[in-house]
Every structure is written in structure tokens, then in C-alpha cells.
């Protein structure tokens, strides 16, 4: 099945560090979409990016599309003990309707 | 979020037994999902539903059935669980651009 694969798994940064997780795919995107999921929670949408190239901010999270739109990335400036949680890109099909997450990057964070 | 409830939150059965797990939205979307979350993994769609009148297998609809029995009521039956359904199962609600997701039911098949 068409797959998006997520790099790192898992990141342990001291707060104040920067975080970056990466977001690929064998074939082209419609659009990426990235959630997070605080432990025991539930996923939580946090963006959509359509446009190649597409650069979106969110305070201290900086959202990326590649150019050719077969990758994506999710940058976090200053980590802060509230970022952890699990950072998810997903891939809507053609009609949304199947939807495919990405396994996901654990972010953990050292006070 | 309230918006969208999932009953039971935590469900011990056992191998063989037939368990049945609700969904409810008050967010008016038409469209429903069913997912499930193994640890370590990412969430991988069961079932999915755009309207009333539609019902979609995702990437692991083997020995899952769902129905829609209204806009906002999706739920999600295991004829006969067994041990491997054991996990997190997520239902969400949303549009093309955005999912919302309900706060899980914890599912241990013994």
C-alpha cells in the first residue's frame, strides 16, 4: 500500500534543544497533514500543507512540504516540556477516505 | 474532544465473545472512521464511512464489522475477538482537510 515513513522513531532532547522530524513518501502527495498525540490522548490535528513547497508556522513549530511533494517535516524551535507527545504526518487518499499515518516520531523531553 | 464520545473507554473479553464498540459525534461531519493503534505504531483504518448509506474497508477490515446507523453513530463490531485484537481503537469524525478524533476504548481479548 502507498506508505508514508517517519524518521526518527524516537527523540530525547534536553529542553531548549530544537526538534525535527521527517515525513517521506515513495510517491507524490495530494497534501500531508501532521497530528499530535500526548500520552495517553488521542491524536490531535494540528496542520494540513497542500502546496509544493508550502512553508506554514505555528509559534515555535515550523511545517514544511517538499517541492516535489513526496516529503514533509515538522520542526520544533526550543523544545519545551509541553511538545512531548507523538508526532504524526498522514496521508489523505484520493477522497480522504483512507487516510494513512505515518508510524510516527516520540518526542521526549528533559527538563 | 466532546465532540466526539466512545463507549465503552476500557473493555476486558474474551477469545470467542462478541463485543461491540459505539461511536457518537455532535460535530455534524458526515464522514466516520474507525482506527486501531498498536504501541509503537501509527493508527491504521479499519473502516470508514462518508454518509449513512456508505460503508468503506480501510487497511485491516478482516474479522471487523461496522454499521451506521445515523449521521452521528458509528460503531464497530468484533464477531469473535481474539487475543491479536487486542489495542487501542480510535473513532474519528471530520472532513477532507481534518480529522477529529474521540478519546479511545482500550480493547484486552484475553
Known amino acids: 500500500g502507498q506508505q508514508v515513513m517517519q524518521i526518527p522513531q524516537y527523540q530525547h532532547v534536553q529542553e531548549g534543544e530544537d526538534f525535527t522530524t521527517y515525513c517521506n513518501s515513495s510517491?507524490?502527495?495530494?497534501?500531508i497533514q501532521w497530528y499530535k498525540q500526548r500520552p495517553g490522548g488521542h491524536p490531535v490535528f494540528l496542520i494540513q500543507l497542500v502546496k509544493s513547497g508550502e512553508v506554514k508556522k505555528q509559534k515555535r513549530l515550523t511545517f514544511q512540504f517538499g517541492e516535489a511533494k513526496k516529503n514533509s517535516s515538522l520542526h520544533i524551535t526550543a523544545t519545551q516540556t509541553t511538545d512531548v507527545g507523538t508526532y504524526f504526518c498522514?496521508?489523505?487518499?484520493?477522497?480522504?477516505?483512507?487516510?494513512?499515518f505515518g508510524d510516527g516520531t516520540t518526542l521526549t523531553v528533559k527538563p | 474532544d466532546a465532540d466526539v464520545t466512545q463507549t465503552p473507554r476500557n473493555r476486558i473479553t474474551k477469545t470467542g465473545k462478541r463485543i461491540m464498540l459505539e461511536c457518537s459525534q455532535t460535530?455534524?461531519?458526515?464522514?466516520m472512521y474507525w482506527y486501531r493503534q498498536d504501541p509503537g505504531l501509527g493508527l491504521r483504518l479499519i473502516y470508514y464511512?462518508?454518509?449513512?448509506?456508505?460503508?468503506n474497508k480501510g487497511e485491516i477490515s478482516d474479522g471487523y464489522s461496522v454499521s451506521r446507523q445515523a449521521q452521528a453513530k458509528f460503531s464497530l463490531s468484533l464477531e469473535s475477538a481474539i487475543p491479536n485484537q487486542t489495542a487501542l481503537y480510535f473513532c474519528a469524525t471530520g472532513t477532507y482537510n481534518e480529522q477529529f478524533f474521540g478519546p479511545g476504548t482500550r480493547l484486552t481479548v484475553l
Open positions: 510517491t507524490t502527495l495530494s497534501n
Open positions: 464511512s462518508f454518509d449513512v448509506k456508505d460503508i
Open positions: 460535530k455534524g461531519h458526515d464522514r
Open positions: 498522514v496521508r489523505s487518499g484520493t477522497n480522504a477516505g483512507k487516510s494513512t
